[in-house]
């Protein structure tokens, strides 16, 4: 295991991401939590918010000593640092100072995947009244709306969804 500090990035529960953020700087260990400004999806309101640029992940520089690594995936809301098998892998620090430059400019951020929905494409809905339903992308329906089919007792159906309560479906799971 290396005793030189490097950056690793942690998963975390659904949403818990400012928790564990604010329980790793109590424990005195570097953490960075990239947040950006977005509108609200509150329909009686009108606000900015700062949410996180990448929903269930934060960053932390650390040695990997068991001490160490321990108190980070024990903290409330962590999952596990991100690697494979052998071990954690570190994130490279130019793209730390990167993603630090960036979220610190003020300026608007768009993340998401490059990816953009095809018709026919496999989707699942993450959020709202038809969480958990899998259906068929069909074609968008203004700034970040989308028409979706979904099949319900041999019939189809088609619904308007927010495009950012849905996931694109690996074609294994579809």
Do not use: C
């Amino acid at each position: 295991m290396s005793q030189e500090k490097s950056w690793y990035t942690l998963l975390t529960k659904s949403r818990f991401e400012n928790v564990v953020f604010n329980d790793i700087q109590k424990k005195s260990i570097e953490v960075f939590l990239p947040k950006i400004k977005k509108r609200s999806q509150r329909k009686d309101r009108k606000l900015m918010i700062d949410v996180p640029l990448f929903p269930g992940y934060l960053f932390v520089n650390i040695t990997l000593d068991p001490v160490t690594h321990l108190s980070v995936v024990k903290t409330t809301g962590a999952v596990r640092l991100l690697g494979y098998s052998s071990g954690p892998v570190p994130v490279p620090s130019a793209h730390i100072e990167s993603l630090k430059i960036v979220t610190g400019t003020g300026l608007d951020v768009v993340s998401g995947t490059i990816n953009t929905l095809q018709k026919g494409e496999r989707v699942l809905v993450v959020r709202g009244p038809f969480s958990g339903v899998k259906g068929e992308f069909l074609r968008h329906k203004g700034k970040d709306r989308v028409i979706i089919k979904i099949e319900t007792l041999g019939q189809f159906a088609g619904v308007e969804i927010d495009r950012e309560d849905l996931e694109i479906l690996p074609a294994i799971l579809s």
